[in-house]
């Protein structure tokens, strides 16, 4: 698993839920049920002060786990980590879980 942070250009379902990313030169469609959750990060080491009423998108990241598949190759996926900012509407990619693999069908007997 790779860690670390670059921009990435995410579309977005009305409701805000990841549909498609452009990374690297490429275009991936996400192609299983994203998974979201927050995570504490050390804003007192980010920020002097924590201004009263900003608690959500200072005290919590939004991360979301996406399985995508590159638009041109249909076989192939990659499961990243996606940090998305409350208040810019900015995302970074955090993680990457697995290298591409080809997803078979199991061959019959």
């Not at 549909?19 to 299983?32: E, N």
């Not at 990243?80 to 007997?109: M, Q, Y």
């Amino acid at each position: 698993m790779g860690m670390f942070s670059e921009s990435v250009d995410v579309a977005c379902t009305p409701s805000g839920q990841p549909l498609s990313l452009d990374w690297g030169g490429r275009h991936y469609d996400v192609c299983a049920e994203p998974v979201r959750w927050f995570e504490r990060r050390q804003w007192w080491a980010e920020e002097q002060r924590a201004p009263l009423g900003s608690g959500p998108g200072l005290v919590d990241h939004e991360i979301w786990r996406i399985q995508v598949r590159d638009a041109g190759n249909t076989e192939d996926t990659l499961t990243l980590d996606l940090s998305r900012h409350l208040g810019s509407g900015r995302w970074r990619l955090l993680r990457i879980h697995d290298a591409l693999r080809t997803i078979r069908k199991p061959e019959s007997a």
